[in-house]
């Protein structure tokens, strides 16, 4: 089974960093084949939404509120999954969730499978 882990949250001050890292374990890449790379957030004020992804071809997109400020990386043959987060606001506090779309090899990623981490708690206060 597929797991991901979150880590890097914490208590931060408005305008300072984190760096949010997940990793993936239980596949290898004779299994399957990392076709996306999501971060998502949930706050209490706007609900579940995505941050930012990185797709197999190393094209990134961000959210409006994370561009320019957050950055999404990966180190695939390692199962890495960073989201490196500068000056941070109070509104973004919230807990931050890893997402992998996985496919088996040799699909194009026709039919990925969606794995979700169990979230990492953000807090940004003034």
């Known amino acids: 089974q597929v797991r991901l882990v979150e880590s890097g949250g914490g208590s931060v001050q408005a305008g300072e960093s984190l760096r949010l890292t997940c990793e993936a374990s239980a596949y290898t890449k004779r299994t399957y084949f990392s076709c996306t790379g999501t971060w998502f957030r949930q706050t209490p004020g706007k609900g579940l939404e995505e941050v930012a992804a990185?797709?197999?071809?190393?094209?990134?997109t961000y959210s409006d509120f994370a561009s320019g400020r957050f950055t999404i990386s990966t180190v695939d043959h390692e199962h890495l999954l960073f989201l490196q987060m500068d000056n941070l606001r109070l509104e973004d506090s919230g807990m931050y969730f890893c997402?992998?779309?996985?496919?088996?090899?040799?699909?194009?990623?026709?039919?990925?499978?969606?794995?979700w981490g169990v979230g990492t708690q953000v807090t940004v206060s003034s």
């Open positions: 997402v992998k779309d996985l496919a088996p090899p040799d699909t194009d990623c026709r039919a990925p499978t969606r794995y």
């Open positions: 990185i797709y197999s071809d190393g094209r990134t």
